[in-house]
């Protein structure tokens, strides 16, 4: 209605003005044909009959009309669409009395004549041309009508129940528009030409509309036209049953389809099929995302297999160290006298670190298939510390001391790989930051599950609870104060670039993350470092549960 945009204002779909035209044209050979046909010897003398059955299809469709803007009603306090719909009710209510009023129907309060029902008639025709010419002005303002319905149902009310004291009450002063036998005067012809123009004017306004091409404005205009039409047979019949007067009729049942058609189109199926194409819309949106996701998934799987390729080849790289330097000892002790024991020992150093090789090489492939690589069991850290010691020793090497204190009874249920890699991981740590010190060694403490809370972690003071306990302490070089927070990020490393990468501990974290456990670490430049992991008891029996 102006220059803000409403549910009014978006075309419905797409139609034409020859839309109008045709439709017209439709109805004028309708009328021209009819009025040639023998149909005129059936109607006639039921025109009564007849005349009912229309007037009751038109009042069920200007019902139909007001129900459509009073159903949905709250979608806006006012629009162009209830200007048009609140009226029809009036109309519906004036033609229900111009029906009963006809010659040959019982008596309505007063006697039925040719008078009473043309004065209805002409009361419910001057309703419905100024609402549809009100219609057609609103639609061509630049601004906003803001109108409250409940002013225009009063209007509507008011004036039909004025109508209806001054027709029944009043009738004698009521203009003359017909004589007794039905025949009309020329006040009742002028009115109608009045009406003509009044829907001629209606048709041209709807159709100089910038939005006149789209179906609704055709409806509308295509129901002026129809009406206009209508209007003439209004204004030429000779007799209140002749055939002229059944035509006009029936096109005002044809023009009141198109209104219904432009207001139930506007206000419930296009709504609906917007809704329909929002959907389709969205349904493709779906699949799109769906293969965003698959794609995004394709490419997490490979940032995360590049993240763990370079965990595993740090691990193996720790692997070939022990290898290669086991190795060297056996080439010296092949030769040397009662080399046999060492050999045997260096041997199964060997053959350990070749193992653990091989599990690098499952967790590679499996990251790299997207099979999950959580192989969890109950282990007892007591006898896994005993099968892992020789190679643990070999890692740590010869000139410096480990000491593994566990205690019998301590359990997790983990993946023995992760476990292999959280503390080989840590020991070479341990190993690297012993390098030109006097007192080496290397202490790994596990203890069984009791109540910690409160503990300092990296991630926050430790929750209160049952927790196993794996601590690697080394008597090195320590870390600065401003670097332990740094320690865990991967690529992050004090070390020389020939002996570091700076995964070691990005990969105990990772591991001890997935445990849903905590790490704590105390160190002290030139006493050492201190890492304690914390593995809760309950995720043990969570995960035992699984």
């Known amino acids: 209605m102006g220059d803000t945009k409403t549910a009014d204002d978006i075309p419905v779909q797409d139609g034409s003005r020859e839309g109008s035209w045709r439709w017209v044209a439709l109805a004028l050979t309708a009328v021209m044909s009819v009025s040639l046909s023998p149909l005129a010897k059936v109607i006639v003398p039921e025109f009564v009959v007849f005349h009912t059955v229309l007037e009751f299809i038109c009042i069920v469709a200007c019902l139909m009309i007001f129900t459509v803007q009073f159903v949905l009603r709250s979608k806006a306090s006012f629009g162009r669409f209830q200007l048009l719909g609140i009226p029809f009710l009036g109309i519906a209510l004036l033609d229900l009395v111009h029906t009963l009023s006809y010659r040959g129907l019982p008596a309505l309060v007063t006697e039925n004549s040719?008078?009473?029902?043309?004065?209805?008639?002409?009361?419910?025709?001057?309703?419905?041309?100024?609402?549809?010419?009100?219609?057609?002005?609103?639609?061509?303002?630049?601004?906003?009508?803001?109108?409250?319905?409940?002013?225009?149902?009063?209007?509507?009310?008011?004036?039909?129940?004025?109508?209806?004291?001054?027709?029944?009450?009043?009738?004698?002063?009521?203009?003359?528009?017909?004589?007794t036998a039905g025949r009309i005067n020329d006040l009742k012809i002028g009115i109608e030409y009045f009406f003509i123009l009044a829907h001629l004017f209606t048709a041209a306004v709807l159709l100089s509309l910038p939005q006149g091409g789209d179906q609704r404005t055709a409806d509308l205009s295509t129901a002026s036209l129809i009406l206009a039409v209508s209007g003439l047979c209004f204004s030429s019949f000779s007799d209140g049953h002749d055939l002229v007067i059944f035509l006009g009729h029936l096109l005002k049942v044809l023009a009141y389809y198109f209104v219904f058609r432009s207001c139930l189109v506007n206000e419930l199926l296009s709504p609906y099929a917007k809704v329909l194409q929002l959907s389709d819309e969205l349904q493709k949106q779906s699949q799109n995302m769906r293969e965003m996701q698959r794609r995004l998934q394709r490419a997490e799987r490979l940032g995360i297999l590049g993240q763990s390729l370079a965990g595993v080849v740090h691990d193996l790289n720790n692997m070939l160290v022990v290898t290669e330097w086991s190795a060297e000892k056996i080439v010296r002790l092949v030769s040397a006298e009662g080399a046999a024991e060492d050999v045997r020992r260096y041997s199964e150093s060997i053959l350990a670190s070749?193992?653990?090789?091989?599990?690098?090489?499952?967790?590679?492939?499996?990251?790299?298939?997207?099979?999950?690589?959580?192989?969890?069991?109950?282990?007892?850290?007591?006898?896994?510390?005993?099968?892992?010691?020789?190679?643990?020793?070999?890692?740590?090497?010869?000139?410096?001391?480990?000491?593994?204190?566990?205690?019998?009874?301590?359990?997790?249920?983990?993946?023995?790989?992760?476990?292999e890699q959280v503390i080989m991981n840590l020991v070479v740590n341990a190993r690297d930051a012993l390098i030109g010190r006097d007192n080496r060694a290397i202490v790994i403490t596990i203890e069984k599950e009791k109540e910690y809370a409160g503990v300092p972690t990296a991630t926050g003071p430790l929750p209160a609870g049952r927790y196993v306990t794996i601590a690697v302490r080394d008597t090195g070089s320590g870390i600065a104060a401003e670097l332990l927070p740094k320690v865990f990020q991967p690529f992050f490393t004090t070390k020389e670039s020939n002996r570091g990468t700076g995964l070691g501990l990005s990969t105990v974290k990772d591991v001890v993350d997935s445990w849903g456990g905590f790490i704590a670490i105390q160190s002290t430049l030139g006493q050492g470092t201190e890492f304690v992991i914390f593995v809760p008891s309950k995720m043990n029996e969570d995960r035992k549960a699984e």
Not at 115 to 127: E, H, N, V, Y
Request: some cysteine; overall charge positive.
């Open 114 to 179: 040719p008078q009473k029902s043309i004065a209805f008639w002409l009361a419910a025709r001057f309703l419905e041309a100024m609402t549809v010419v009100a219609f057609a002005i609103v639609s061509r303002l630049r601004f906003e009508v803001k109108v409250r319905a409940s002013v225009l149902y009063i209007i509507v009310l008011l004036y039909a129940a004025c109508s209806l004291w001054w027709v029944l009450l009043s009738p004698e002063t009521v203009p003359v528009f017909a004589d």
């Open 354 to 419: 070749l193992s653990k090789t091989k599990n690098f090489q499952r967790l590679l492939l499996e990251k790299a298939r997207g099979v999950p690589t959580n192989r969890a069991v109950d282990i007892d850290l007591f006898e896994e510390m005993e099968h892992l010691a020789p190679l643990l020793r070999s890692m740590a090497g010869v000139e410096n001391r480990l000491e593994i204190a566990c205690q019998p009874g301590a359990r997790i249920f983990s993946d023995p790989f992760h476990l």
